[in-house]
């Protein structure tokens, strides 16, 4: 591969990966424009639809033979489902958050997910890391300490958010290469068609009933692409993860709590008072000592000789 083919791969790399994240960060007005559907309902129309608009894809990019080696493998099969189930619980948490006014803390939870990511890799893979990485986790868990006793307010809208995303993109790299991005999805989604069932079913039993096709067809066509604006940012992100990096990805990936914080204060005009503004400072530094030793790792690694060709 010649420099300028890895200059452009890269470039592609980071346009991928940007907007993917753009996209995610955008995503809480998106949503928004879904009002008066509640989140349970806008979970369950972005299971299916995110199902049916998977089997377009799988149709359209001839996906099916890799599709079917992976239903012929059980083990597979199980993780897949296992990931759907974390995925479920991220989207449904941040459809809750963000249609009760917590943009923000929605923001908090992906600002501090690559340390939670970081710290899951000690706990359950047994990595070692490194001291600034350390004193990342160190700060950020004093960022949470400042918000619940400080601020009063726990924080499980971030911490769910957190939680949910970083074990599933442990089970995704676990799973690699053996499971395509739209593989991966549309199983992610299959597994998850009775839960929207049952959740469609009980919101039709309430009061304000199934608002699909109730507020005029702008609505309904909004509605009818949550399973789009679900799918194609995965699949940018899959994209951009082939091309470039995780040094790149871990200083880019900033950019989703980013948008969410400044949509949620400034847009949405959450509140923001002192003690809060205290937790989101602490967290900011962490990230800061995140990145510094993302940048010098990457340092190191570029001074390692490499082997001759031979």
């Not at 420099?3 to 995503?27: M, S």
């Not at 069932?197 to 009061?207: K, M």
Request: aromatic content about 12%.
């Amino acid at each position: 591969m010649t420099p300028e083919t890895t200059r452009a791969t890269q470039t592609a790399g980071v346009a991928y990966a940007g907007a993917a994240y753009l996209l995610w960060g955008v995503l809480p007005l998106y949503f928004l424009l879904l009002v008066p559907t509640g989140p349970w309902e806008v979970v369950a129309w972005r299971v299916l639809l995110s199902f049916v608009f998977c089997l377009l894809l799988l149709t359209v990019t001839r996906g099916w033979a890799p599709f079917g080696v992976i239903l012929r493998q059980p083990k597979l099969l199980g993780w897949t489902a296992l990931a759907g189930l974390l995925i479920y619980i991220n989207w449904q948490v941040f459809l809750i958050g963000t249609l009760s006014d917590n943009v923000v803390e929605t923001s908090l939870g992906y600002f501090i997910n690559p340390i939670t990511t970081v710290l899951l890799g000690v706990f359950v893979l047994k990595e070692r890391i490194r001291r600034l990485q350390w004193a990342a986790i160190a700060i950020a868990a004093i960022a949470v300490v400042v918000i619940i006793v400080a601020y009063g307010d726990f924080p499980w809208i971030a911490l769910s958010l957190t939680a949910s995303f970083g074990v599933y993109g442990l089970i995704k790299k676990k799973i690699g290469p053996a499971v395509d991005a739209v593989s991966g999805l549309t199983l992610e989604s299959f597994w998850l068609i009775p839960i929207a069932v049952v959740q469609l079913i009980v919101v039709a039993t309430t009061p304000a009933g199934i608002t699909m096709g109730g507020h005029g067809w702008v609505h309904a066509v909004l509605l009818a692409f949550a399973g789009v604006a679900t799918a194609v940012p995965l699949l940018l992100f899959a994209a951009g993860t082939r091309r470039i990096n995780l040094t790149v990805i871990g200083m880019i990936q900033f950019i989703t709590p980013v948008m969410q914080f400044v949509i949620g204060v400034a847009v949405l005009d959450e509140p923001m008072p002192p003690e809060r503004w205290a937790g989101f400072v602490i967290v900011w530094i962490a990230i800061g000592v995140f990145v510094i030793d993302l940048l010098i790792a990457a340092r190191r690694g570029r001074r390692i000789p490499q082997p001759e060709r031979v």
